[in-house]
């Protein structure tokens, strides 16, 4: 937790900075559209939607339509599970497509579970698996949008380019089928072309609308096909939950063995290296007690130093585990000993009706103890505040001090650890910390009743 405050951001090439990687243009977004790498892979997704979607159409519809046809048989369930097989094929290539044409990275679903080898539980897990019915879906209402998308698409941008080059079809084509001009309307009576200088810049102009407009309208067709990719073909909810809470149980597994480690290694180092000191000196004591009383006697009063101590090491580490206010006082008492122990004033607010269960409440307890302890060590403050408070189902935690500021999560420091031991319990840390601070953490907390205390 060394080089967390203090840290500015003039070496890391922020916006505005010396060597910042952001990119300067010199035309707005809105005239840059048009001719970006991003639009032109935007329109060839649109454009190969189309044969694409048609092609995973048939396919979903004939596949399933003779699977549920032969369901009367035994054939019917192979048939029903190679449509939802190739639904999940053609999801796959989907995912690719939206990576390399929509920038859009879509995790892999969750794969299929089968409990033996076989082709009767290969069937059984692609029909009990709701990937492959997603995919399904998708083969399905993919193509009436797909149609949709591609006739918007390409009429507006053929509309947009064709005004907008106008001028210059007129002056290599000046009349065609015997008349000047584009033919604006025409009935049995008359007939309106555009021919003159004047109508041929409007048309131009109006293209030049279109074409600015294209790439935009484009975008938002795409943004559809961000949502059925995304969620459709991507992993559910409920998977993407499962690996998110593999995830917390590791790193509270981590968490749990790096405590016990650090208490080992307080106890070898600290405690029980003095207690074996204090028992050699008490056997020299002893020793010498006949002989020499006087030293026998000196020998007993440093080992009684000795004692007191291990005594007082013992307490660090005992309240480093679960202090004892804690457990029955709560963190009003708890967090106001902590602030005590600070090397600059801190004012401490806790407002809560009732006491949240042990485990929150010990959690909340050492984000505040280690915060303080931060900014004992590098904030460089001369006042702190602690603020506690709950809201709906959330305990809210916040640490202030107005020491130099610099303290960033993303750097890899203690504040990462932290944040990561809140995230194993569905918490949140958010730092606000600019250079030249103040400092402002809150933490976010699920809040659970205290059923049992």
């Known amino acids: 937790m060394a080089t967390e405050y203090g840290q500015g951001y003039g070496l890391d090439g922020g916006p505005g900075f010396p060597g910042s990687t952001e990119r300067r243009h010199r035309l707005p977004a809105a005239l840059r559209a048009p001719v970006e790498g991003r639009t032109w892979r935007e329109l060839g997704h649109v454009l190969l939607s189309l044969p694409i979607s048609i092609l995973l159409f048939t396919y979903a519809v004939t596949m399933v339509s003779l699977g549920a046809g032969l369901l009367v048989t035994f ?8 449509a ?28 299929l579970r089968m409990r033996k080898p076989g082709a009767m539980a290969w069937m059984g897990a692609v029909l009990k698996s709701g990937t492959s019915w997603r995919a399904l879906l998708y083969a399905v209402l993919h193509l009436p949008w797909a149609v949709f998308s591609f006739a918007v698409t390409v009429n507006v941008w053929a509309l947009g380019w064709g005004l907008l080059t106008y001028p210059l079809w007129f002056w290599a084509l000046p009349m065609h089928a015997g008349q000047d001009g584009i033919q604006l309307y025409g009935d049995e009576t008359h007939r309106v072309y555009l021919d003159n200088p004047f109508e041929i810049t409007v048309t131009a102009l109006v293209g030049l609308l279109f074409t600015i407009a294209t790439p935009w309208i484009v975008r938002a067709l795409t943004m559809v096909d961000r949502l059925l990719v995304h969620g ?51 056997g020299l004591a002893k020793e010498k007690l006949r002989e020499d009383p006087q030293a026998a006697a000196r020998m007993v009063d440093e080992a009684h130093g000795e004692v007191k101590t291990a005594l007082q090491e013992l307490r660090d580490l005992a309240r480093g585990i679960h202090p004892a206010v804690l457990t029955d006082r709560g963190l009003d008492a708890a967090l106001s000993a902590v602030a005590s122990r600070c090397t600059v004033p801190v004012q401490v607010e806790v407002d809560l009706v009732e006491r949240p269960a042990p485990a929150i409440e010990g959690i909340a307890y050492f984000t505040v103890s280690e915060l303080l302890q931060n900014i004992s060590k590098h904030a460089r403050a001369t006042w702190a505040g602690v603020e506690v408070w709950r809201t709906e189902n959330r305990l809210m935690l916040q640490v202030v001090d107005n020491g130099v500021g610099g303290a960033d999560v993303s750097r890899g420091s203690g504040l990462a650890g932290l944040a990561e031991r809140l995230d194993a319990v569905d918490g949140i840390l958010v ?23």
């Open 431 to 453: 730092v606000d910390s600019p250079a030249g601070g103040p400092t402002r953490v809150t933490a976010e907390l699920p809040w659970r009743g205290a059923h049992v205390r």
């Open 75 to 82: 054939l019917g369930v192979p048939v029903l599970a190679a």
């Open 232 to 282: 459709l073909l991507g992993p559910s909810r409920l998977a993407s939950r499962v690996v998110e809470l593999e995830s917390d149980r590791g790193v509270v597994v981590d968490t749990a063995a790096a405590d016990l480690r650090r208490i080992e290694r307080d106890l070898h180092d600290g405690a029980q290296a003095r207690l074996v000191g204090l028992a050699m000196d008490l």
């Open 84 to 111: 939802l097989a190739g639904c999940r094929g053609f999801g796959a290539l989907e995912r690719m497509r939206a990576r390399a044409l929509l920038d859009l990275d879509v995790a892999e679903p969750e794969p």
